[in-house]
Each structure stands twice: as C-alpha cells, then as structure tokens.
C-alpha cells in the first residue's frame, strides 16, 4: 500500500517500514481504504479528499496486482495517458510520440508557441526563456531506467497540463521544471514562474506553491515526478513487455 499524499510504501520504499492508518469514515461507510502514512499527510490531503470523503471511493494511488494494475502508483490520468503511448520493437515505450495532446480548453499564445516549439523538436522536454528572450531547451537524460521514467511522466503531465481542462499536470510539471532549471544560467524561480503564469494562467503560482509545501513535509526531496518515477521503475517494465505481446 502507499500514502494517498507523499506514496511513500508501507514496506519501506523510503526507508524503513510504515505503519499506515486509514481514513476512518470511507472505511466504515463504504467499506474502502484511503491510506496515509501519518496524521500530516492526512492533512495535506484533506482539502482534497473533503468532497469525496464517505461519499465516493476515490483515491490518487491504485491498488491491486492485476495486470492493469501495474500502473498502481501512478493517478488515474497518468495511468490512462500511459496506455495510450505506443511501445517500440525493442519493447519500450516510445517516449518522442508524447506531445502535448489535442488541447480542451483555449490555449493561450504563449502556451500555443510553446506547443509549436516542442512539437517541432520531439527530443526537448520543455522550452525556458531567458528575460531577453534567449531560448533554454530543457532536457531530460535517459542514462538507466529512473531517468527514461523521468522523462516518459515529465511528458506525461506536461501533456495533461497543455490539454486538461483542469491543467492536471500543471503543478508536478511546473515543480519540476523549476528544481532542475532554476539555477541555469540566465533563469531563476521567478523568471520561470512568469512564463508559466503567462502560458497557463495567474493560478499557476499557486498550485505550484501548494504541491512544492506537499512535496517538503514528505522529507524526502524529491517532486512528485521524481516520486512517480522512482515507482515506475518497478512496474512500468511489466506494463512495457505485457502490451508488447499483445
């Protein structure tokens, strides 16, 4: 089982077996556990839980160990986006066929020619920019399998971002993005940030705010891509070679 806030595993992925408790009204009215880790990652949580809590069996996390469920430990969008990228012969996935998705909400200019930029140049993660203008292709490395991970749900919620009407991916992308480029030069925190704004909205710096605080209570230093990957390292081969014999 893992944490619905940080994912930690409660056979120690983090370090050190877990005792978890649940949420104690889904449990006792519709018979479903939502697991946490600790009371604080209970209260990070429940904003988002409050809606569906005793009402709906939802969670952020999958469970289960059937074939489908190999995706367990990512949501349910990034579970969904995955089974739609092609495998190549060598029974990977083909990480350059995930771009930016048909979009379901107007896009602003901005985030438009940021399309245009990575949809031109499949091999780029993201395009940052410099206050004068100067383009930064940001990159993701495929030296072993954690860092190909990276990459595949980098491109994953980055897709969600630019065609969610929710701009799902929003935040982890964001998150991400201003950890691993934030100190190159001619960038900072907040030259990333206004470009973000400027793509999706003045809520950006907001959400991004909120997961990074969701992020450092885990202690564990890593985004929530980072997190995502370091669990698909485990099952995303399974899923790889499953669907490459179909």
Known sequence: MRCQ???????????????????????SKLDFSVHYCSQKCQKVDWPDHKPNCGKKKVIK?????????????????????????????????????????????????????QVSLID???????????????PIRFFINNRDDYETWTRINFR????????????????PMAEHLIKHAENLPGLSRDI???QLCAEYGAET?????????QSALTGHGLTLVESMSRLSTKVGPRLAEKRSKN
């Open 61 to 113: 996390v999958h469970e289960g160990t059937s074939a489908d469920d190999n995706l367990r430990d990512c949501s349910p969008e990034v579970a969904a986006l995955l089974k739609d990228v092609p495998i190549d012969p060598s029974g990977t996935f083909n990480i350059s066929s995930i771009g930016s998705g048909e979009p379901r909400y107007q896009r602003s200019s901005a985030l438009q020619y």
């Open 156 to 171: 994953i919620v980055r897709k969600m971002a630019m065609s969610s009407a929710r701009q799902d991916g929003l935040a």
């Open 120 to 134: 031109a140049d499949k091999e780029v993660e993201y395009v940052l920019f410099t206050p004068s203008g100067f």
């Open 205 to 213: 710096e907001t959400k991004v705010s909120k997961l990074e605080k």
């Open 5 to 27: 806030t940080c994912s930690r595993s409660s056979d120690g992925d983090f370090g050190g077996k877990t005792h978890f408790m649940v949420c104690s009204t889904c449990k």
């Open 192 to 194: 990333i940030m206004r």
